[in-house]
Structure formats: structure tokens, C-alpha cells
């Protein structure tokens, strides 16, 4: 069962984000429902991609467990029994989640490890990676001699902006960009630990943070198939862009489309969509160690 969009009346829709719909369940929680809609250079598609949202919430509660030690996030709980009866059944087992309310942060925090993607295209025009001047020579995916931070905007509508860590300051003010920085790139490294011990490379991710009781939290996803570029280690060869665990299939199809990366999306064939399902279960099943069983099991 595919979910396009969540409908529980009981509970106030605060929200309807690209991929996840947020209602309130009182003044200090929020329950996030991930759908199966696909976003893609920032524009929604409007067919489902199958399990997609139940991957994303069930990849992130994971995640959120395993780097608890690294400091404060939203996650409370994705526990059936804690969830509000209007928030259960089928159409929702499996991708909701618990959270505490944050006040957002307006910034993408962006790290990356590896030269791929807009980070790529950037450093052949000139050399340089929104504002990190590297090393001559790098192929596309070649590892980069040290994780950057590279943060964006954070678009409600149309397309994010990649900004400089300066720009960032100026925005959030220095401390808190530093902090940002900070917590951006040790979440990496304990990501990029943990997917090499599964054969997979982390290429580079985004994560979301807000205030919660005066302290930054980690808030959103964690490290899944929507925010992050996953390789299999064993087919990675620097030179080219490697197949990956992640909606890079969605994108390379697109565009080799000739879509202007414009709404309205294109259309996707069955196999593109089969596809990119079985990259996000294989991703999950990977990271995790955990065997995908669909909508029966909630993790």
C-alpha cells in the first residue's frame, strides 16, 4: 500500500511538507507521517515511490538511536503502542514518528566527503566547492582529503541555495554556525563509519537542526536514502559517477530526459520506480542489518 497523502482528522495538520505531513498532538509533540512521494530537484512527482516513507521513518528512528551519544534530537519514539489511536493502521503503519516540537533552523546542513553531484559540477568550473578551494586534479566521486560543511538554504518553495560557511554566520550568527558545523561533521564521520562496515560509502548527506529547551537538535530525517548519496563499496571507481543507494537513479533518468528541472515532474517509468525501491529497501536492509519486511512490522 502506497500513501500520496496522510488524512487523519483527529489531529491538526500543522504542516504538508515535499515528502512528510506533521500534525500536533499537543504543545510540546508533533507526529510526523513520511508518505511515498518522491522529491527530486525540488519538485514533488506525482507518482508513489512503494515502501519510500516507511524506509524513511524506520531508517531514521534507527539512526536516531544510534547517535543518541552525539547530542539532543527531536525523536521520541516510533513505538505502535505510544502513538495516538487516530495516527494508527494500515495506510500508516510503520512510518510515523513521535517528536518533540522544535523551533527550526533556516540552513541545510550539508557535509560531504566525496566529489559528486552539484559539489562536482562546481569544482570543474573552478576548482572550488561552495567556498572550500580543493586540491587540482579530482575526479568526479574521488574522496576528498577531509569531510567540508557546506550549507544551503532551506526553500520552502522552488530550489535551496548552497551558501558559504560565512554566509552561514551571517545568517545564524557565528556561534551557532560553528556549532553547526560542528555537529554536521562528527554526524557524518559516525555515519560514514558505520555504512563502511556494511561495504556501503556515504558520500555526502544533509541534516536539520532547532532548538529544543535552549539546546540545538538533530530534527527531520537522519542519514536515509532522501538526504544522503550511498555507494556500494565494492563497485565504487572514481572517475564516473557511481550507482548508488539513493534517488541519484530518479535524478540520472530526469535528466537524461531533458526535463528542465521545472515543475511539472516527468512521468516515471515502472522499472525507474521499482527501482528506486529496491535501492531504498537495499539501503535499509544494509545500514541496519535488518531484513525489509514491508508494512507488517514496525520497527
Known sequence: MTLLRSEINDLPLIHRGKVRETYQVDEETLLLVATDRLSAFDVVFDQPIPDKGRVLTRLSAWWFRELADLGPSHFLSDDPARLPAAATGPDLDGRVMLVRRAQRIDAECVVRGYLAGSGWAEYQRGGTVVGHRLPEGLREADELP??????????????????????????????????????????????????????????????????????????????????????????????????SFDKQYVRDFVSASGWNKEPPAPALPDDVIAGTRKRYVTAYERLTGERWRGAETSA
Open 146 to 243: 577531509e569531510p567540508i560543511f557546506t550549507p544551503s538554504t532551506k526553500a520552502e518553495v522552488g530550489h535551496d541555495e548552497n551558501i558559504t560557511r560565512e554566509q552561514l554566520a551571517g545568517l545564524v550568527g557565528a556561534e551557532l554556525a560553528a556549532e553547526l558545523e560542528e555537529r554536521s561533521l562528527a554526524l557524518y564521520r559516525a555515519g560514514a563509519e558505520r555504512a563502511a562496515r556494511v561495504g556501503l560509502i556515504l558520500a555526502d548527506t544533509k541534516f536539520e537542526f532547532g532548538w529544543i529547551d535552549g539546546r540545538v537538535a538533530l530534527i527531520d530525517e537522519v542519514l536515509t536514502p532522501d538526504s544522503s548519496r550511498f555507494w556500494d563499496a565494492s563497485l565504487y571507481e572514481p572517475g564516473s559517477s557511481p550507482p
